[in-house]
């Protein structure tokens, strides 16, 4: 193993829009673009975009269930092209969806579902209230890190009707079992950060995102974000190395 | 736009080989793995490694004219998993494959490919005489620049009988038109390189390999490139940005 210096990017462009709008372009289907997601410590993958179009039956067994849970106004946070989102208004629920990539938001619209392009970290109260905030594809990501996380379930509360829901799904850091992982798991404790907090790019083409946090938080480290806040874990449901986490709002 | 400080990146490790293996162990079905190809200058590719698993009838057309024109005896230059090679061997060509990967020349072996785990720069005249080098899939990238073109071409040129030819695919670097490859372009013509020379890597998960150079080279430049070997152009095939170089032997 040898050490390696690498490009220093310019950030800007909508790198996730631009990945989307191309697969909506191409009817959805597979093989035309990919979402490139690069941490900090090199780790890179790749996803077909395709997944974010995929209709209710090839979705995982938490995605759906998180579906059957939702009340009747949803807020769709970090709805990208609509895919929860299509196919709860299928089955008559209204929703709004907020979704950062200006391109995703746009196809979104396409598809019938009213989006807002703000980013979780800046709603406000007038955008109404509902039954449900939806944090579906391991959105629970977007609370970002300890610091931010507070903020964000207050903002989130602040829609929420009194006995509503926040439905979302997260990847339990404590599962994941390669040495990069564990590395990784560790720098994050000596840094006195949450274990699961991921420093993540996406990048498509010329263009990537600038560095944003993005949080695997295990069901006990979530119950401790919500003190503070109005919301209290009512349910939680596991499947492999990921959970659904059923909040309720006081 | 504002800039970002990048990670240094440790190399190591088999990126392509890994990938190749995961979609072989899956049975070739797309969706499995990605090549994720990054420039230095931040532009960054995934391509699902599903495609060098397709059957010829699923080829671009160029790679189908390429194996039409093959001899008998095939050296495989880069033959990865053996998309070119499975097929010769259906049709009754004899083949041997050259693969720098060790997964991807494992792969190929596992396929029935007879495959050398080495790099052309280091092809030596012991491993016997062809009728026809096959670079396919754009593999006349791996002359990779002005410098190594020459000896490349020269080490092939020793491993083929007279009157043998070398069929490749590149592209065309001057048909790329936006405008960070025409400013890819433009840095290699001050840096006094050939216009199409790539700096390249290949990552997969935690791992990358070391910097490369690719090179595409248009017909001219190719042309260029064969004095002093025994190599000379005798027919050209264009299609879109790409064409199929046909060279024989002296």
């Known amino acids: 193993m040898s050490v390696h210096t690498t490009l220093d990017l310019a950030t800007g462009g909508d790198p996730f829009g631009d ?6 372009e191409a009817g959805g289907r597979p093989g035309v673009s990919y ?4 941490r ?3 780790l890179i993958t790749a996803n077909d975009v395709h997944r974010y179009f995929a209709p209710h039956p090839e979705w995982a ?22 895919r929860h989102a299509v196919h709860l208004l299928a089955q008559g629920h209204r929703v709004l969806g907020v979704e950062s990539s200006p391109g995703a938001a746009d196809v979104a619209r396409l598809r019938g579902v ?37 903020d964000i379930l207050r903002r989130l509360a602040a ?19 390669s040495a990069w992982n564990r590395a990784y798991l560790e720098r994050n404790l000596a840094a006195e950060r949450l274990p699961g907090q991921q420093r993540l790019r996406i990048r498509d083409g010329i263009t990537s995102t600038p560095w944003f946090d993005y949080l695997y938080a295990s069901a006990t480290e979530l119950a401790a ?5 109005p919301w209290q874990v009512h349910e939680l449901v596991r499947h ?4 659904l986490a059923h909040l309720r709002r006081s």
Not at 128 to 137: A, E, M, N, P, R
């Open 159 to 177: 829609v929420t009707a009194p006995g509503g829901s926040l439905l979302g799904v997260s990847v339990d850091p404590h599962t994941l079992t």
């Open 240 to 243: 492999e190395k990921q959970y």
């Open 19 to 24: 990945a989307v709008r191309e697969v909506w």
């Open 61 to 82: 067994p938490l995605e759906q269930r998180l579906c059957e849970r939702a009340g009747q106004r949803v807020l769709d946070v970090g709805c990208g092209p609509g």
């Open 40 to 42: 900090d410590d090199g």
């Open 225 to 229: 974000l919500t003190e503070d806040t």
């Open 114 to 150: 009213e989006t807002l392009t703000t980013t979780v970290e800046t709603l406000t109260p007038d955008i109404g209230s509902f039954d449900t905030v939806l944090l579906g594809g391991q959105n629970i990501g977007l609370l970002g890190n300890r610091e931010k996380a507070g």
């Open 35 to 38: 979402e490139i997601i690069e």
